[in-house]
Nanobody, 120 residues
Framework: QVQLVESGGGLVQAGGSLRLSCVAS????????MGWYRQAPGKQRELVAT???????MYADSAKGRFTISRDNAKNTVYMQMTSLKPEDTAVYFC??????????????WGQGTQVTVSS
């Protein structure tokens, strides 16, 4: 089994910054991809930023220039630095990862989510 645990959410004023972290743990042989999605009330979950299988960072248009994704492969951890936050960034942010387990199977995993609230 693989677990993803997010941290770093909170309440911030518009224009402020937050840094999200996500740690993957469990029976991990290799993390193939890892990134962040978000879901606002009444909306579908959407990609924010992710590292692809090739290791390339990819951003949603709404995140480009404001959010930066980074990772520590040795710690199976991904971070997302969010700056110039806007009220429309308010959402639950979920970590997602495609992991190959020690047993050789690949699976797609989600964290429990962390709330980000941006006040105007």
């Amino acid at each position: 089994q693989v677990q993803l645990v997010e941290s770093g959410g909170g309440l911030v004023q518009a224009g402020g910054s937050l840094r999200l972290s996500c740690v993957a743990s469990g029976s991990i042989f290799r993390v193939n991809a890892m990134g962040w999605y978000r879901q606002a009330p009444g909306k579908q979950r959407e990609l924010v930023a992710t590292f692809t299988r090739a290791g390339t960072p990819m951003y949603a248009d709404s995140a480009k220039g404001r959010f930066t994704i980074s990772r520590d492969n040795a710690k199976n951890t991904v971070y997302m630095q969010m700056t110039s936050l806007k009220p429309e960034d308010t959402a639950v942010y979920f970590c997602n990862s495609e992991v190959m387990s020690i047993g050789g199977t690949s699976g797609d995993y989600w964290g429990q989510g962390t709330q980000v609230t941006v006040s105007s």
